[in-house]
């Protein structure tokens, strides 16, 4: 199972790089904000909601991106896709909705050192 978080930097922008991930994210996009904060500068969010077969339950995706303080940091958070409220198994549904960000932002990914 894959991890249900994941942080990037990247070589754009955090307005570009939502949009790159509110085109190409194959989810329910149910909320959006950014914040111009001047000077190149800026944050937002995004949320989506997914329906999983495999799991039979909807996940949740939330994605920020910020440049306040350096480079372009994106964070990924999947919660959501257990089946019951007993036993929290998601067999790798919240990591792969996690997944499909850093496929997405891939081309822009600066490399940790």
Same mark, same amino acid.
């Given at each position: &199972?894959?991890? %249900? %978080?994941?942080? /990037?930097?990247?070589? !754009?922008?955090?307005?570009?790089?939502?949009? &790159?991930?509110?085109?190409?994210?194959?989810?329910?996009?149910?909320? +959006? +904000? @950014?914040?111009?904060?001047?000077?190149?500068?800026? @944050?937002?969010? /995004?949320?989506?909601?997914?329906?999983?077969?495999?799991?039979?339950?909807?996940?949740?995706?939330?994605? !920020?991106? +910020?440049?306040?303080?350096?480079?372009?940091?994106?964070?990924?958070?999947?919660?959501?896709?257990?089946?019951?409220?007993? @036993?929290? @198994?998601?067999?790798?549904?919240?990591?792969?909705?996690?997944?499909?960000?850093?496929?997405?932002?891939?081309?822009?990914?600066?490399?940790?050192?």
């Amino acid at each position: &199972m894959g991890d %249900k %978080k994941l942080e /990037l930097h990247v070589d !754009t922008s955090p307005e570009q790089a939502l949009s &790159m991930v509110r085109n190409d994210e194959d989810a329910d996009l149910v909320h +959006e +904000e @950014f914040h111009d904060l001047g000077d190149g500068r800026g @944050f937002g969010t /995004l949320v989506f909601e997914k329906y999983f077969f495999r799991t039979k339950n909807r996940a949740a995706l939330v994605v !920020t991106c +910020e440049n306040v303080h350096g480079p372009t940091v994106v964070r990924a958070v999947a919660t959501g896709s257990s089946e019951g409220l007993i @036993f929290n @198994f998601d067999w790798g549904a919240a990591g792969d909705f996690v997944a499909t960000v850093a496929e997405i932002l891939q081309d822009v990914v600066i490399p940790s050192k």
